[in-house]
Antibody
Framework: QMQLQESGPGSVKPSQTLSLTCTVS??????????WSWIRQLPGKGLEWIGY???????YYNASFESRATLSIDRSKKQFSLRLGSVTAADTAVYFC???????????????WGQGTLVTVSS | DIQMTQSPSTLSVSVGDTVTITCRAS??????LAWYQQKPGKAPKLLIH???SLESGVTSRFSGSRSGTEFTLTISSLQPDDSATYYC????????FGQGTKVEIK
């Protein structure tokens, strides 16, 4: 059974960079059909897609985050990461990693998720 | 960008009721619509994909349907454990989530 686990600091100061890593276990990170997503949830609010990365390194970002977010992947460690720069209090949220995908004929939803990690932006 | 409009935002229902939640896409997304259940402090759980395909292990009391760009999640014979927030998501063009529907048990 595939499992995803987020890790990283639970607190970041304003204007600094938020850095999170998601470790994949129980399955491969190398499948070309799947991509690896970051999704966040502001306190008491809905879900917001940040971006995703394929094992090839190709990335796609929500336009709202494109100037501040960077996704990377380390296939040897079965990890992918999010860096979000110039954070403010409005970036305080639970950050989830998840798997999604597409093939030539189909699209796949986010079927496996990490438990989520709360990141608080505060001085 | 594709927008998803989900309604209602909250529902207060009784055990045994049938619940209907609707999601409308701003453009054609075909069948590429998923429904998730989220309980407090937990990650979303995939219930339905491709508009009407039940995820493995999910009770058949959950069902989904599509009519053009309008999608419906139906929960039949509501149980106390169904108290949660439900989200739709289009995953044809990157990803967009609906605003969520909180289902409360009276």
């Amino acid at each position: 059974q595939m499992q995803l686990q987020e890790s990283g600091p639970g607190s970041v100061k304003p204007s600094q960079t938020l850095s999170l890593t998601c470790t994949v276990s129980g399955g491969t990170i190398d499948s070309g059909a799947y991509y690896w997503s970051w999704i966040r949830q502001l306190p008491g609010k809905g879900l917001e897609w940040i971006g995703y990365i394929y094992s090839s390194g190709s990335t796609y970002y929500n336009a709202s985050f494109e100037s501040r977010a960077t996704l990377s992947i380390d296939r040897s460690k079965k990890q992918f990461s999010l860096r979000l720069g110039s954070v403010t209090a409005a970036d305080t949220a639970v950050y989830f990693c998840a798997r999604g995908g597409r093939s030539l004929t189909a699209y796949y939803p986010n079927d496996y998720w990490g438990q989520g990690t709360l990141v608080t932006v505060s001085s | 960008d594709i927008q998803m409009t989900q309604s209602p935002s909250t529902l207060s229902v009784s055990v045994g009721d049938t619940v209907t939640i609707t999601c409308r896409a701003s453009q054609n997304i075909g069948v590429w619509l998923a429904w998730y259940q989220q309980k407090p402090g937990k990650a979303p759980k995939l219930l339905i994909h491709e508009a009407s395909s039940l995820e493995s292990g999910v009770t058949s009391r959950f069902s989904g349907s599509r009519s053009g760009t309008e999608f419906t999640l139906t929960i039949s014979s509501l149980q106390p454990d169904d108290s949660a927030t439900y989200y739709c998501q289009q995953y044809k063009e990157h990803s967009t989530f609906g605003q969520g529907t909180k289902v409360e048990i009276k």
